[in-house]
């Protein structure tokens, strides 16, 4: 994979959230979006009531490293920028907080030069000054979350993770707890773009009218289970069933 593709319907989603929750106990909402979602904006966050981040996730399996991956160059195959360079560097991470992670502004120009090289011992004049867009895990659980009630994480495979015996999933999940986050709704599989839209817009519907959040999460995927089936549409688990919730559920 050579680049992040820009997912359609995350502007339209963020808007959706944003009219939702405008004027309810929620509210105000700031909204970030397009160049504006940048790595050092989201981890300068402090406590937010309600974080809802439309965006790719990622999560990497255990990785088998040979001698020559743990000693010697590793070869890109000269996907030497963006996503590539970005999967290639974690792949072989032993810390599985590493290996799961968000992408924000920025993640596609991993890796890419901003100007013309250098002579031998002169300074770059274009060093990078701000975060490449990749938020690891790890990076999350270093955040703020202390009075967050819900972290909606509206991405492909952010409930997926390392499972350890007696510490359980190690990975995007853990990492928000650890930040202080008491709710958190996470996919387990990649997510229909469309479908995502469709089950967030009730969901938080019944939130500003004040139901509890596993309440508010069932009853938006019978809605949508039940316009599927109305319309003669598909009503496979697949387009519904994604988004599980963890923590306080109320």
């Known amino acids: 994979m050579r680049r992040w593709d820009p997912l359609a319907g995350a502007a339209q989603e ?45 999560f990497l399996p255990d990785q088998k490293l040979h001698p020559e991956d743990q000693h010697g160059p590793i070869a890109l195959g000269g996907l030497e920028s963006g996503a590539a360079r970005g999967l290639a560097r974690l792949h072989g991470a032993e810390n599985p907080l590493l290996r799961s992670g968000l992408v924000l502004a920025g993640a596609n120009a991993l890796g890419e030069r901003a100007g013309p090289a250098n002579a031998p011992g002169e300074q770059s004049a274009a060093a990078p000054t701000v975060d490449d867009g990749w938020v690891t895990a790890e990076e999350i659980a270093l955040m703020d979350l202390r009075g967050t009630e819900l972290v909606v994480l509206s991405a492909c ?59 508010a999460l069932h009853g938006a995927q019978l809605e949508l289970l039940r316009q599927r089936r109305a319309a003669g549409g598909a009503a496979h688990p697949f387009f519904w069933a994604s988004f599980v919730l963890v923590g306080d559920p109320e």
């Open 14 to 58: 963020a808007e959706l959230v944003r009219q939702a929750l405008q004027g309810s106990g929620y509210g105000p909402v700031t909204e970030y979006a397009g160049p504006k979602a940048l790595e050092e904006v989201f981890k300068a966050v402090h406590g937010p009531r309600l974080l809802h981040v439309a965006t790719h996730g990622f």
């Open 157 to 215: 495979e952010t409930g997926l993770g390392r499972v350890k015996i007696g510490e359980g999933v190690y990975g995007l999940r853990r990492a928000f707890l650890y930040a202080g986050a008491r709710t958190l709704v996470t996919s387990l599989f990649v997510v229909p773009d469309e479908q995502t839209r469709e089950l967030m817009e009730p969901f938080y519907g019944a939130l500003k009218a004040g139901r509890g959040k596993l309440e």
